[in-house]
């Protein structure tokens, strides 16, 4: 196809129909759009989104009030520079290409290929605006215009479902292919009516010589029809002699022209087969001396099969009775058909595969098209009025998401609560997008209706069971502490906060090491190690340090359990202050009682309900003769009751139990062993348990005989007593059930803890591993579509994804064995880890489009590709590579991280560069890993390896720095610094050598 004096695509195709090019992807959107000329000019673009157009109209008017050709060459038009430059790239690389814009959504371009040579570009918005209101500020402030009027915006689009922006990437890609094939004909019709008209003025020229004029027209005739793509043909109507045939024969159907010379009817053996007959069939016009024209398949001497269009006309002159054919190759447009055919194929298909349920109303609401899947949920209602189809109503429904979008033409949302046949209640969210036709009126409505019901009552289910976790965490009695295998702590309760005296944000991400003091530490690692190994531990007594630095006893109960869907260890930590002081005063108390037991004159004696007796002090066995163990668990009457006052010591009994002692006591008479009789003052006091049931009875005695004297103050010490005895029993066992009825409430809460995410470091380790092996799988199917794979692609996407494999195992590895003294130094090169880590990563810098280098200062030897690096002695080192590795490559991937952020705020407009430099002094060894992503501010630059802190707000977990701090310093033995520097960040390693 020539190319020199291209007109514009605008020009050759016309505003219109570009314009219905674009509809044909534009129907299933509400975004922008825009045909690109190769030099950037517009072809045709259109706004059917409101955050596109307010946003593309903003932008403009940040230009000023100059011409449009003007404002495109200011830079400040930010919209036409995020389509322009998408569609740049697809022109440039000759493929489809997509990125995210500055107003927040994903642009799609495909390059518009005319015979391999590109002449524009289609692309179009196929995303949903962002609905993140720190994402919709930024925005905002960009293109300086209202926060809430973008809120507005956002809200009231309708999100569009994945296989509709899938389809309409087909359908764009379709357009392109459309636009080319205008083009190419556009082109070929012009050049043939050029030389028609050349034909014409050359025989207007050449009249006056008739042989002359003939001999031109013969050989401007064989000219034509030796050069036009066409087969031109002359015959008999029989076709019993080719009068003349063109050397296009050759070029279409793969036969020479003396084989349909010789053999006039010889075409025919070169039909499909299933063709054959209908074209002798369709050839008996020619035989009435009438036009015809028909279409059918060829099949090549290679095998391969083309569709030609066969045109014939009569023609008599004077007694030359022919036929005049023209056969045209239009293989192509017959592929473009079926590809256009096998398209609609395809999205019926999909629209009937997928979960939504699809229905199409027309203006009046009757049903003309319903998806299997919403036939199956209500029925076969084609043809009824879907209020009373579907609602059983005679008017249309209140709230009627169709009934809006007829009103307004935007897309809308409801939710409706059904009663299904068989009672069962379903939530559906009912979506319904105004369908317009070609010249943007409203002609029908497709509804989608899509089953909410599980995710309505699993987020019901997941909020209480939130609830209930919190406040049963919350409210528990110890403090309790959930860490991560690796240490670190990830959640705490109320209680914790109070036992450590540090708020909760600032406990969560210290390691539980951090509150042990250092003569526990050893115990404290055992009992989490045997955790671990074990599934469970406990530590009894252990010390942990509060925010004073004070210690404070604790009993800890440690398990595994499962936290959501990953293991934590679940600490239960009782604080035992009080009760170390409480068996401190018991056994104070305990001494004491014995010491009074052992040293009064006092006899005392316990017995039962049943009389039996239990107890009895040295006073008493001293006053009887007996000893304790002659006397224990004997029934009354017992051997020190005189047989003469059995009677009196009984009513004594009964009178106590009846609760009418006598507050003096009684007067009785016992026998001593050497069967002397002796008088005794006996005070009788039921025992009482916590719970105020009485158990027994103590009596305590004294032999009046000799102390009568004393017998007033004997008696009041003894009651005193005998009250402090009750008092502490039951002092000590109220204590003792609360205990116990925490421990139960406790082991019940610790059943419920059983939730969770995953460990927060390794997540972020993972991280870019997964981005690799994504990008991979998309490579390859990429690959697939442009018909690049082959065995070493193959072999080399395998490879690829493998070391991305084994680097996240060698991760979990390492963080499982990071603080084992058991792990090997290596030695190794400095420079060839960096290659190794640039290697993993060069696929994503080089979508990135980030450039990276790496310098030896020691021999002044710079490398642009990690497959270049030849190894330095100079930069050899023994320690632990892999940790070595992993903090590299985290430094590399904030760059990266770095540089893509500024690309997209607008503040980087050249090339990303990441430079790794080495550097060696005596025996320190310096790597220097810098960027021109921006640089770090003034005000956060001090906190930057503190854990947890982050500048990517939802797509960091600010653990990586921290972590790489912790690896440099206290494993590796070196230091780690950071600065900002022409426009960049500079981090700097310190190891010794």
């Known amino acids: 196809m020539a190319t020199e004096g291209v007109t514009s695509l605008r020009q050759i195709i016309g505003e219109g129909q570009l314009k219905d090019i674009q509809d044909s992807y534009l129907q299933y959107l509400e975004s922008s759009a825009a045909i690109y000329e190769v030099n950037g000019d517009y072809a045709v673009s259109l706004f059917t989104s409101g955050w596109c157009d307010f946003l593309n109209k903003a932008s403009r008017a940040m230009c000023g009030d100059v011409p449009d050709d003007e404002a495109m060459k200011s830079g400040r038009w930010i919209c036409h520079e995020d389509c322009w430059a998408t569609s740049l790239k697809s022109i440039k690389d000759k493929r489809p290409f997509e990125r995210e814009c500055s107003g927040g959504c994903v642009i799609y371009a495909a390059p518009i290929v005319a015979d391999d040579i590109v002449i524009g570009s289609v692309n ?32 009231e689009y309708i999100p569009r479902p994945d296989y509709i922006r899938n389809a309409s990437k087909r359908h764009i890609q379709t357009a392109a292919n459309t636009i080319a094939n205008i083009f190419i004909h556009y082109h070929e019709k012009e050049e043939l009516k050029k030389t028609k008209e050349q034909i014409k003025e050359l025989l207007r020229e050449r009249t006056e010589n008739l042989q002359t ?24 109507p029989e076709v019993t002699h080719i009068l003349y045939v063109s050397p296009a024969y050759e070029t279409v159907l793969g036969r020479t022209c003396e084989s349909l010379y010789a053999q006039p009817r010889s075409f025919i053996d070169a039909i499909h087969p299933e063709d054959r007959g209908r074209l002798i069939a369709d050839m008996e016009p020619m035989e009435k001396r009438l036009p015809y024209s028909h279409d059918y398949r060829i099949i090549r001497p290679d095998g391969s099969i083309r569709w030609v269009w066969s045109r014939g006309f009569p023609d008599k002159k004077g007694s030359l009775d022919i036929y005049v054919g023209v056969i045209e190759d239009i293989t192509e447009r017959k592929l473009m058909e079926e590809s256009l055919a096998l398209e609609r194929n395809k999205f019926k298909a999909i629209v009937d595969a997928i979960e939504d349920a699809i229905s199409i109303m027309d203006l009046e609401y009757k049903v003309i ?34 009934e809006m979008s007829y009103r307004d033409g935007k897309p809308h949302t409801s939710t409706r609560k059904v009663s299904m046949p068989g009672g069962e209640i379903r939530f559906y969210n009912n979506t319904a997008h105004p369908i317009r036709d070609v010249e943007g009126t409203i002609v029908s409505c497709l509804e989608v209706v899509r089953d909410v019901t599980a995710e309505r009552l699993a987020a019901e289910a997941l909020k209480e069971s939130e609830e209930k976790y919190r406040s049963l965490l ?42 042990i003091p250092n003569n526990e530490l050893e115990r404290a690692q055992k009992t989490f190690q045997d955790v671990i190994t074990n599934g469970f531990g406990m530590a009894l007594n252990l010390q942990i340090k509060g925010r004073d630095g004070s ?35 018991i056994s104070q108390e305990h001494s004491f009682r014995k010491a009074i037991e052992n040293c009064v004159a006092a006899g005392i004696v316990i017995v039962d309900l049943e009389g039996r007796h239990i107890y009895a002090n040295p006073a008493f066995c001293k006053m009887v003769g007996y000893e304790e163990k002659e006397m224990l668990g004997a029934l009354p009457p017992h051997i020190f009751w005189s047989p003469e006052d059995i009677n009196n010591i009984e009513s004594a009994l ?25 008088n005794v003052n006996i005070l009788i006091s039921p025992l009482v348990d916590a719970e105020g049931v009485t158990t027994g009875m103590v009596a305590s005695m004294y032999d009046i005989t000799a102390r009568k004297m004393l017998e007033d103050d004997l008696k009041i010490k003894t009651a005193a007593l005998a009250e402090m005895n009750t008092n502490l029993k039951a002092l000590v066992n109220t204590k003792a ?9 406790l082991f019940q809460q610790g059943k419920m803890a059983a939730m969770g995410e995953m460990i927060a470091a390794i997540a972020h380790q993972w991280r870019q591993p997964l981005n690799g092996l994504a990008f991979t799988i998309q490579d390859l199917k990429d690959a697939y579509e442009y018909d690049e794979l082959d065995a070493g692609y193959i072999d080399n996407a395998v490879k690829n994804a493998m070391i991305q494999i084994d680097f996240m195992s060698t991760t979990i590895d390492l963080f499982r064995n990071f603080f084992k003294p058991s792990k090997e130094k290596e030695t190794f090169d400095l420079i060839r880890v960096c290659a190794e880590v640039f290697e993993l990563l060069s696929s994503q810098l080089k979508t990135s489009s980030i450039a990276y280098r790496m310098s030896c200062h020691v021999h002044n030897m710079t490398f642009l590709d990690y497959s270049e690096v030849v190894p330095c002695e100079a930069t050899v080192i023994t320690t632990y590579k892999n940790q070595l590795a992993h903090v590299i490559l985290n430094l590399i991937n904030n760059s990266k991280d770095a540089i893509v952020q500024s690309r997209e705020k607008g503040l980087l407009t050249a090339e990303g560069m990441i430079a790794v430099d080495c550097f060696k002094d005596n025996r320190t060894l310096t790597v220097e890993i810098s960027d021109n992503g921006g640089g770090i501010p003034e005000d956060i630059i001090g906190n930057i390896f503190e854990p947890y ?13 921290y972590m790489s701090k912790v690896i440099v310093e206290e494993s590796l033995g070196g230091k780690i610094y950071a600065k900002s520097k022409d426009g960049g960040s500079v981090f700097t390693i310190e190891l010794y050598v």
């Not at 949920?377 to 109503?393: L, M, P, T, V, W």
């Not at 860490?483 to 944000?505: M, Q, R």
């Not at 802190?949 to 720095?961: E, H, Q």
Request: proline share 3%.
């Open 551 to 585: 210690l404070i006893p604790v009993d800890v109960n440690t398990r595994v359990i499962e936290y959501g869907d990953k293991k934590v260890v679940l600490g239960i930590h009782r604080d035992i202050r009080q009760r170390i002081e409480l068996e401190k005063r």
């Open 213 to 236: 004029e003939i001999d031109e027209q013969l050989r401007l005739f064989k000219w034509l029809t030796e050069n036009v793509s066409e087969i031109f043909w002359i015959a008999d």
């Open 369 to 402: 098209y319903q998806g299997e899947q919403l036939k199956s949920i209500f029925g076969d209602h084609e043809g009824k009025k879907c209020y009373r189809a579907f609602e059983g109503n005679d008017s249309v429904c209140e709230g009627c998401p169709v």
């Open 474 to 515: 919350d409210n528990a009695g110890d403090a309790i502490f959930i860490a991560s295998l690796d240490g670190y702590i990830i959640d705490v309760n109320k209680k914790a906060e109070e036992l450590l005296g540090i708020p909760k944000d600032k406990i969560i991400g210290m390691s539980h090491s951090d509150t």
């Open 949 to 961: 802190f982050t500048t990517k707000a939802d797509k960091g977990t600010g653990i990586g720095l």
């Open 737 to 745: 059930e609360e205990l116990r009825r925490k421990d139960q409430i």
């Open 654 to 678: 009964t009178a106590t139990i009846a609760g009418k002692a006598p507050p003096n006591g009684f007067e009785i008479v016992f026998r001593r062993k050497n069967g002397e009789r002796f």
């Open 124 to 155: 179009a918005s196929i995303s949903n605006p962002p609905t993140d209101e720190k994402k919709i500020e930024e925005i905002a402030d960009k293109f300086k215009v209202s926060m809430d009027k973008l809120l507005k915006l956002s809200k």
